[in-house]
């Protein structure tokens, strides 16, 4: 024991035990947090996991009645009637993620040359935060937006254009997807070097000629990467189509035709008279089986081009 600056005693070997226990504390806790942050990562996939074993489990007992051939190329889709070809559904998925894709990609590519290549910081400002408003709304809200303003401004251009249609449907799918391109596009174009660009400006490049010969090529795999989220996106979506695009199996590549979607179709079933353990009930988890495929091997299509194409600085 000693004796400190202010006349207090001062217990060395208290001292030295109570930095023993707090070191001995803190080598406990830097032991137990990667276990920890294993554990939330780990929660992820195995809600995926979860999420895909259930498909599997309830498509088996749907393919255990059904014939998985007649299934993926049967072009008729009642499931009341006992048809189930699944066609018209990946038809109508297609359909109304193409028309969006011919949306949103130019719109957004566009927005985010312009946000990243011409606006000035206030302008930035003020744009993007709108722009990303659109990807806050509720898609119930954009279904009805399709259905009672969309829909009626087509019909002045096109008279014979019924209520439900896939061209409204689409076109909205399309306009909530565009922040999603413009956002990880205007990222993608932000990290390219501005060595680059005053290299370009040097040999005497032009404004527009350094977006498209230097900076589109040198962001490209970020770009096609957001396009390719933004039409898994598309693939997924449901609320939209079932409001728009109306729930007519349809196997048709007319736009100005009511069809229905897989998603549509899993909300129509789950929420109508369906039977428990009924085929028509394992239908459900057999769409979403196919849905869950569309959406693994695009998302799985643009983690491949990232990497392909990735420019390194």
């Known amino acids: 024991m000693g004796k400190g600056l202010e006349g207090k005693s001062i217990d060395v070997q208290q001292m030295i035990e109570e930095n023993k226990n707090s070191r ?24 995926t996991g979860g999420i895909l074993f259930t498909l599997l489990r309830e498509s088996i007992g749907f393919f255990s009645e059904v014939n998985l051939i007649d299934f993926y190329t049967g072009t008729q889709w009642s499931p009341w009637s006992g048809e189930y070809g699944v066609a018209p559904l990946i038809g109508g998925t297609l359909l109304i993620t193409l028309i969006a894709t011919l949306v949103a990609v130019p719109l957004g590519l566009m927005s985010a040359i312009f946000l990243s290549e011409y606006a000035n910081d206030k302008v930035r400002r003020v744009i993007k935060p709108v722009l990303e408003v659109l990807a806050g709304i509720p898609t119930v809200v954009y279904g009805y937006f399709a259905l009672t303003f969309i829909t009626p401004m087509f019909q002045s251009i096109i008279p014979d254009l019924g209520i439900f249609n896939a061209l409204s449907g689409g076109f909205v799918v399309g306009i909530m997807i565009i922040p999603m391109v413009a956002s990880l596009s ?24 350094v977006v498209f010969k230097v900076v589109l090529p040198a962001a490209f795999s970020g770009i096609v990467a957001s396009i390719v989220l933004a039409i898994s996106r598309a693939i997924g979506e449901t609320m939209i189509v079932t409001i728009a695009a109306g729930a007519t199996p349809n196997l048709t590549f007319n736009p100005t035709e009511s069809i229905q979607t897989m998603t549509a179709f899993i909300v129509q079933a789950a929420t109508g008279d369906t ?7 394992y239908s459900l988890y057999a769409v979403g089986l196919t849905l869950f495929i569309f959406t693994l091997v695009m998302n799985l299509i643009a983690q491949y081009i990232s990497r392909r194409f990735r420019e390194e600085y």
Do not use: Q
């Open 24 to 47: 001995s504390i803190g080598e406990i806790i830097e032991k137990v947090i990667p276990y920890f942050l294993l554990l939330c990562a780990a929660v992820s996939v195995l809600t």
């Open 186 to 209: 205007e990222d993608a174009m932000n990290s390219v070097p501005n060595a680059l660009r005053e290299g370009a400006y040097g040999l005497g490049a032009t404004r527009l000629e």
């Open 275 to 281: 039977t428990f353990g009924s085929t028509i009930y």
